[in-house]
């Protein structure tokens, strides 16, 4: 028993193949707010069309997810978390990791990241200026 078809699987192939286990081990379908019972005729066909419905929807939204990503970055938006450390301190921050004594956790602490980020912008840095 589900509240909803879209949230038992993802498309009519994931449907098709749940409602198949569920019919080898006698199990029917009974989706509470849709009013289909897999147990009636009427009701493995309303099932049947409304997933293919909501497939057909999943794709819809997906397909005009992606138009809008396309001219968002188009118009130059940039998606993502925005850098933690500027141009500079990741310049200022190479030069303490190359400098004797000065610990990478130190490094870490006073840029306020990662030990890992802290290698990872040195190795990305040392890249570019190669």
């Not at 099932?47 to 005009?64: H, P």
């Amino acid at each position: 028993m589900v509240t909803k078809l879209d949230r038992l699987a993802r498309s009519v192939v994931d449907l098709a193949n749940i409602v198949k286990r569920f019919q080898k081990k006698n199990v029917d379908l009974v989706v509470l707010d849709q009013g289909i019972d897999t147990t009636t005729l009427y009701g493995r066909l309303q099932f049947n069309i409304l997933a293919a419905i909501g497939e057909f929807e999943r794709e819809l939204i997906k397909e005009r997810s992606t138009e809008g990503r396309v001219k968002a970055v188009a118009r130059g938006v940039k998606f993502g978390a925005r850098p933690k450390l500027t141009k500079k301190e990741i310049e200022e921050l190479s030069r303490d990791f190359e400098a004797p004594g000065c610990s990478k956790k130190e490094i870490a602490e006073h840029y306020g990241i990662s030990r890992s980020s802290v290698y990872r912008l040195y190795a990305e840095n040392r890249q570019q200026c190669v």
